[in-house]
């Protein structure tokens, strides 16, 4: 920002703006759960606006656009491999051995 009046000319410091990619601050968990049971499953994230995407077996769940899903009374319906979305996945197996996050009903 430059300022001046008849008496002279002053720069200001300057300013930097920083936008940051989402990062997941914490993951889902696997659950293990009886028939008709409430399975609920919750992600953490920070950045600027992160936004949410649930996947089941690698299609989006309808209505999974928020930080938690929550799949009431599950049946065999449910049973699946259930993931946030994006390239993230990649990153997150290779740095967790793997593991995907899912649900088992017993």
């Given at each position: 920002m430059v300022?001046?009046n ?12 920083t ?6 601050t ?6 293990t ?6 399975a609920?499953f ?9 936004e949410?995407?649930w996947?089941?077996?690698?299609g ?13 009374g599950v ?6 491999e259930?993931?946030r979305?994006g390239?993230?996945?990649?990153r997150e197996?290779?740095q967790?051995g793997?593991?995907p996050d899912?649900l088992?009903r017993?």
């Amino acid at each position: 920002m430059v300022v001046s009046n008849v008496a002279g000319v002053v720069t200001s410091a300057v300013a930097l703006v920083t936008v940051i990619d989402p990062v997941i601050t914490a993951q889902p968990v696997s659950r293990t759960n009886h028939a008709g049971s409430a399975a609920v499953f919750s992600v953490q994230a920070q950045g600027t606006a992160p936004e949410y995407q649930w996947y089941k077996n690698g299609g989006p769940v309808s209505g999974g656009t928020r930080a938690e899903l929550v799949l009431a009374g599950v049946t065999d319906v449910d049973e699946g491999e259930y993931r946030r979305g994006g390239e993230q996945r990649l990153r997150e197996r290779e740095q967790h051995g793997g593991h995907p996050d899912g649900l088992d009903r017993r």
